[in-house]
């Protein structure tokens, strides 16, 4: 009897146990471990253009092969089709016409095209899995339906047949540059648009960013055989091809050529064609190859000529401090409307001066890492792309002045002119939040100061925050962590903390999605000692400098007490003493130290000027006299 309860008692606790098994065998074991449900799609391309340059048109098969890693069903696919922005009256040409303060290089122009000089790509037919798919074009997205949808963890094979026609150069793409180059092709393929754990972003273009998912391009095109071709990836056939890849095997001018090109976890694809490209190659420090492509005349003979061993110390500075670059080539392509970046390569105008040569190349080869190989959402998080390519563009040029390798002098902080201009910008009234996505901003000048100048500006004072040696660290480990993955703002931020031991949601929070200011005071001098005032919305830490009447310094690092910590190391600032935490709500503040207040000559919040505060004519005491001013108050 007594065994028979203790047989039903484990018969029962084990029910219990093989029922909670189940249970946990159905959580997400992502939300368990407190992080968001992430996955990330996978796409392989194979595509054939066929150039018909009387029409500036290609016609073009692709078959896509497209992995569902989601645990969703899919019952539709988007795709980009680009080139329809370039038509009157597309989403593209209604902002660019109707905004307040307009790009010159797009303004009215695409309203002013004539048919021949439009861009489209219309979709002919559209399979998967070898059935008819029905499918909808509006405006620069494909709206796809599917009979059948994609289950998760399967696969389809999406089989098309489209016409591109290349529009007249206007924006990143198109023919007959300003420069003369014929053709620079970007965004000139029916692209599958990005799906994450947010869903679909098909967003209609209006020239600002892009996202899609990474996956392997084998792409050939036939050229007429007079036309030197640059592009994503790695040339397959270099023999056949000649033009500076390979002595030739043909023995006789071929009418047509086929280049294929072959580019393994990337995210886009680019290419350029022009009969009178010259092009150079480079075999860098590590054996990667560095192509060169440019039409020779006085403009860029020389400047073009210099350029890779330029590039070649530019790339051995971002393997050392950000993280090694992983594709076997790049391409510097001139062509396009200024510069623009894409996976292997970049469109660059080339009639600049050596200086602004230089400058447009390492800004574009930096988007390598942030744009190509990190591959944020642009579209949501354009500050994490364009931000971090100024930040670590302006330490690069800075790197080459120290060289002798590009003309000026070397600065002790090439950031604080982006500092200086972030902080006039807040004047203006223009400003909006970072957290705005990049299609939405109201100004190309609010899109501008979000994305690319406070986005530098954040690094900067993320770096004053938790010090340069955390801040190297993190930057470098950012990169090797989050290489191929799409990451979010909490992702580096979080780095971040790891890398320097400090909590920064309230940075995070208060510097990317509000507008709020930084603005401290150094208040006045008490019996207890120095007190300060925050007056601006924003809590930041101070590094303050104290100079004693004998001359002899004191420096003290005021941490926030939301930080639970306080850098540790920071050259920039020097040796210092960390004081106690600045509760972050209250607005006044009281350094104590054990020096006699009449024993202080001068106070100094941030002495090396990183500070993004607005108002910096109250940073120090005694205050110099400023007409209109009352500082004895």
């Known amino acids: 009897m007594l065994f028979s309860k203790f047989l039903q008692n484990i018969l029962h606790r084990g029910m219990v146990y093989v029922l909670l098994f189940i249970l946990v065998s159905f959580v997400n074991t992502d939300l368990l471990n407190g992080q968001d449900y992430r996955f990330q799609q996978k796409v392989d391309y194979k595509m054939t253009l066929d150039f018909d340059w009387k029409n500036h048109q290609y016609s073009g098969k692709q078959v896509l092969k497209y992995k569902n890693n989601s645990r969703d069903t899919l019952y539709k696919l988007y795709y980009h089709l680009y080139f329809n922005a370039f038509q009157p009256g597309s989403d593209m040409d209604e902002v660019s016409r109707h905004i307040k303060d307009p790009d010159k290089r797009v303004a009215d122009r695409i309203f002013k095209l004539k048919r021949s000089e439009y861009g489209f790509v ?20 494909l709206e796809v339906t599917l009979e059948t949808p994609i289950l998760p963890g399967r696969s389809a094979k999406l089989e098309m047949e489209f016409l591109s026609q290349i529009p007249l150069q206007i924006r990143r793409t198109g023919r007959n540059n300003k420069e003369g180059i014929e053709y620079s092709v970007s965004q000139g393929y029916p692209k599958i648009c990005g799906y994450d754990e947010q869903g679909w972003h098909a967003n209609p273009y209006i020239a600002r960013e892009f996202y899609g998912p990474f996956g392997n391009f084998d792409v050939t095109i036939n050229m007429p055989s007079q036309y030197i071709v640059a592009a994503t990836g790695v040339l397959q056939n270099p023999e056949e091809i000649g033009h500076g890849y390979a002595p030739s ?61 330029v590039m070649d110390e530019v790339l051995q500075y971002l393997d050392r401090n950000y993280g090694e670059y992983p594709y076997p080539e790049y391409s510097f392509i001139q062509g396009g409307d200024g510069g623009m970046e894409y996976p292997m390569a970049t469109l660059i105008t080339g009639e600049r001066p050596f200086n602004s040569l230089v400058g447009v190349s390492v800004h574009e080869f930096v988007h390598s890492w942030y744009q190509g190989v990190i591959a944020t959402n642009e579209a949501l998080f354009h500050w994490m792309d364009e931000g971090f390519t100024n930040y670590v563009s302006a330490e690069v040029m800075n790197h080459l002045k120290s060289k002798k390798m590009v003309p000026g002098e070397y600065e002790q902080n090439p950031q604080l002119s982006s500092v200086l201009g972030y902080i006039n910008f807040t004047t203006t009234g223009l400003e909006e939040s970072m957290s705005t996505h990049a299609d939405h901003f109201l100004t190309n000048a609010a899109y501008g100061n979000a994305s690319y100048t406070k986005g530098q500006v954040l690094l900067e004072q993320l770096k004053y925050i938790i010090g340069d040696v955390a801040f190297k660290k993190g930057m470098k480990r950012y990169f090797d962590e989050w290489k191929f993955k799409h990451p979010k703002p909490n992702d580096f931020f979080r780095v971040m903390e790891k890398a320097s031991g400090i909590e920064l949601d309230w940075f995070k929070e208060y510097f990317v999605y509000t507008t709020h200011t930084i603005n401290y005071s150094v208040h006045r ?12 919305r924003m809590p930041m830490p101070l590094d303050v400098t104290l100079t004693l009447k004998n001359g002899s310094i004191k420096k003290f690092h005021i941490p926030l007490d939301v930080m639970r910590g306080a850098k540790k190391q920071d050259a920039t600032f020097g040796d210092f003493t960390v004081a106690e935490p600045w509760p972050w709500a209250r607005q006044f503040y009281t350094l104590k130290t054990d020096i006699p207040v009449n024993q202080i000559f001068g106070v100094k919040i941030d002495e090396t000027e990183r500070l993004a505060d607005v108002a910096k004519g109250d940073n120090h005491f005694p205050r110099q006299k400023i007409e209109g001013e009352d500082f004895t108050k």
Request: zero cysteines; charged letters at 30%; a positive charge.
């Open 122 to 141: 219309k979709v002919l037919s559209l399979t998967k899995d070898g059935q008819p798919t029905k499918f909808d074009e509006q405006g620069t997205i």
């Open 249 to 309: 095997s043909s023995k006789k001018k071929e009418k047509m050529l086929s280049w294929r090109f072959l580019a393994k976890n990337v995210h886009d694809f680019v290419w350029a064609a022009d009969p009178d490209y010259k092009h150079l190659t480079y075999t860098s420090y590590n054996g990667k190859t560095f192509r060169y492509f440019y039409q020779e005349n006085d403009k860029t003979k020389e400047n073009w000529e210099n350029l890779p061993k």
């Open 525 to 536: 001098e008490d019996v207890n000692g120095i007190v300060f005032h925050r007056i601006g």
